[in-house]
């Protein structure tokens, strides 16, 4: 049900070598939503996303989804995790080399499906989904990088995944085309009940789209709240965070 828990972290902690980057970190994702992960550049947000689709293991705390515990489970295991979600990566890279059919079925070959009459209906609806209707046999090459960032959206929303993590999908997008991408994000959401959970240094963005924001900071979820709970916010942290990552001053 829209609203409930969808996933649960409980002080995730992960180091490198030497270096901590989580230091037990807890966050809640609620069913339908979209939450917005914000903080400063290498703080450790896309690591922290990773463990969402266990992509990565915590070295301490537990990842919860659906009620069932993740973060301890292997390779084959994980594969019920990644029919739930699936993550659009910071370079959306898509292979220059096959069309954007191609490259939307991608997953969906991974994952077994062979019928051609299938897999060209999925593309298509995917395609669709992401407003790039007709547009199959176009190479990337041939594409603007808004419409990249479209097929490597479709790509993540192929295999009907119940929620899309979105690391940073408007780095490099103008602020239009970037505004197509949150129009998208709401329409997965509102439309057809998709859970997300979007890193974006676009404060704009993340005030437009957001349910909620978790800012991070220090390896550890900072502060919580609204998008009026930021903008009202007096803490200097993030009063700072806000006035460094806004173009606009129309807040
Ligand atoms: N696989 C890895 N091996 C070693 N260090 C990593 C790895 N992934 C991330 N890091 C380090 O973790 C820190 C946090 O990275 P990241 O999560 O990418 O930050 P951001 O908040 O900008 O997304 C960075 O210092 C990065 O270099
Ligand atoms: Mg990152």
Redesign the pocket.
Known sequence: MKGEVFLQMRGIKKS??D?V?LRGVDLVVKRGEILVLL???????????KHIMGL?QPDGGTVTLEGRVISDLSERELSWVRKKISMMFQSGALFDSMTVAENVAFPLQEAGVKDPDELARRVSEALKIVRLEGQENKMPADLSGGMRKRVALARAVVGEPCCVLY?EPHAGLDPVTGDSIDHLIKDLAHDHGITNVV?THEIRSALRIADRLVF?KDGLNYWEGTPDELKASKDPVLVNFVAGHSEDSDL
């Open positions: 490198f070598g270096q980057v903080g400063g550049s290498g703080g450790g947000k896309t690591v922290l996303m990565l690391d890193i991070m």
